[in-house]
């Protein structure tokens, strides 16, 4: 393999740029160019592509966001648009994809692998929702900046004697509030895998009231309710008047961490080395501290599970 492309999908994710720049540099170092693919799949439709040296990676290792820049392309998930890219990827004679994003994503190279094109899947969103690794890039730095929140609203629920209900993303994943409430202490933690209990969430804040507690941190991941219909909800219950915050986008940007840039170096030189030794269709991922690589035509068949042994902590800590 001669030539390669690189391409970031979906929702941004800190750590991308880390992956990317570890692709470009792998290959270079191994005598192979890598083009860049700009705003995702429109990009493979439009041919906006671009050659990218060691330099064009240079000062972005510790930069949130990507630099190829991401975009929804509705048209890509039809047959015509996936024709399109991959006449597009022939004519610019690159020869292996490397797609960075989340589950559609992985649905996009999945399609061009079905067409016969050589396609490696890296797992980069902040959701940690995709099966084949136990972290995706972007969670930690997601987790560390939900938690630094968590913490901040904490001094003011303490000062003012609050209850607050945190809302976090998390569509179909509960991941970012679990961590971040074992973390932080929450008092609940509500996530789509989990069924609640309006009664036990009540009963849990009014026997901390009881006993003198100064606060409640309530966590619900985006995927359950939003935070003012759930604090509508507990107030119905309880009476309880509560404070909303929403952390919405912020959750998505900033430096990443350590953990996702050495995350992101291993996992993008993985994906070059599985296109130099000719093996399109894989996935690659972390599993317990050595990066392996699964079937990308499988790699849905597997259910990303959530951690029930980390679950059950959090509901035994959080009396
Ligand atoms: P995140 O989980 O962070 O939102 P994502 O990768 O899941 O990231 P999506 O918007 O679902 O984000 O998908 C990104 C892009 O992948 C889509 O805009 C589309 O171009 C492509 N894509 C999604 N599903 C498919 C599909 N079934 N077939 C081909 N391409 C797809």
């Known amino acids: 393999m001669r030539k390669i492309g690189v391409l970031t999908s979906g929702g941004d994710a800190p750590g ?21 693919v700009y705003q995702g799949f429109s990009g493979l439709i439009t041919g906006n592509i671009k050659k990218l040296e060691i330099g064009s990676v240079g000062d972005i290792i510790h930069r949130g966001g990507t630099m190829l820049q991401s975009a929804r392309c509705e048209e890509f998930k039809t047959k015509d648009g996936q024709k399109q890219g991959l006449d597009c990827l022939n004519k610019h004679g690159i020869e292996g994809l490397v797609v ?3 589950d559609g994503s992985y649905h996009g ?3 061009l692998t079905e067409l016969g094109f050589p396609c490696i899947g890296v797992p980069g969103t902040i959701d940690n929702d995709i099966p084949g690794t136990q972290y995706t890039i972007g969670f930690d730095t997601a987790l560390n900046t939900v938690l630094d929140a968590v913490d901040k609203i904490r001094d003011t629920a303490t000062s003012h004697e609050r209850t607050f209900v945190i809302e976090v993303m998390g569509r179909d994943s509960g991941d970012i509030a679990l961590w971040a409430g074992l973390a932080g202490g929450a008092e609940s933690i509500l996530i789509p895998e989990e069924p ?4 036990d969430i009540a009963d849990r804040i009014e026997s901390g009231l009881k006993r003198g507690k100064k606060h409640s941190i309530i966590i619900v991941a985006e995927g359950v309710a939003s ?6 909800k507990l107030k119905e219950r309880t009476g309880l008047e509560t404070r909303v915050s929403v952390l919405g986008h912020i959750q998505r940007g900033g430096t990443p961490t350590a953990f996702d840039r050495v995350l992101a170096s291993r996992l993008g030189a993985r994906a070059v080395e599985l296109l130099m030794d000719e093996k399109g269709g894989r996935a690659v991922g972390i599993k317990n501290e050595e990066v392996v690589d699964t079937d990308l035509l499988e790699v849905f068949e597997q259910q990303k599970h959530m951690n029930d042994d980390l679950y059950q902590l959090s509901q035994e800590l959080s009396i």
Not at 16 to 34: L, P, Q, W
Not at 196 to 199: A, G, I, L, Y
């Open 100 to 102: 960075i994003g989340g």
């Open 196 to 199: 609640h209990d309006m009664e």
């Open 109 to 111: 190279a999945k399609a």
């Open 16 to 36: 991308m740029n880390a992956a990317i720049r570890a692709i470009v540099r792998k290959s270079i170092y191994h005598g192979i160019e890598t083009y860049g």
């Open 227 to 232: 935070g003012a219909a759930f604090a509508e």
